[in-house]
């Protein structure tokens, strides 16, 4: 949950939101991941890390993938907005 003042959201609270604050574990077996949860939180910590050592630049961190700078930028929206409906979602619940 983002709380701030004032209406909007900037891109700090974003990441502060999506950035992982361990290490990814690897779920036992009374819990496990289906295969596009797990591929989603390795594809989003990977560009993020890969993101920081560009010092947040996205063209190098799309030279560094090997894909186009927009291809990136799709795939970071949708994992950002994907992880953003979760976590409001089960809130809610």
């Known amino acids: ?5 004032g209406d909007l959201i900037d891109l700090n609270d974003l990441i502060l939101l999506i950035e992982p604050k361990e290490p990814a574990a690897i779920p036992s077996a009374n819990e496990p991941k289906l295969l596009h949860q797990a591929r ?6 990977n560009i993020l ?6 010092n947040w630049k996205i063209g190098k961190t ?13 795939k970071m929206l ?3 907005t994907d992880k953003l409906f979760s976590a409001i979602f089960w809130q809610k619940i």
């Not at 890390?49 to 560009?54: E, S």
């Not at 560094?64 to 799709?74: F, G, S, T, W």
Request: with cysteine; net charge negative.
């Open 1 to 5: 949950m983002i709380m701030r003042q």
């Open 40 to 45: 989603e939180e390795f594809e989003l910590e």
């Open 49 to 54: 890390n890969i993101m920081k050592k560009n």
């Open 62 to 74: 799309a030279e560094a993938l090997h894909i186009e700078r927009v291809n990136l930028c799709q």
């Open 78 to 80: 949708w994992l950002v």
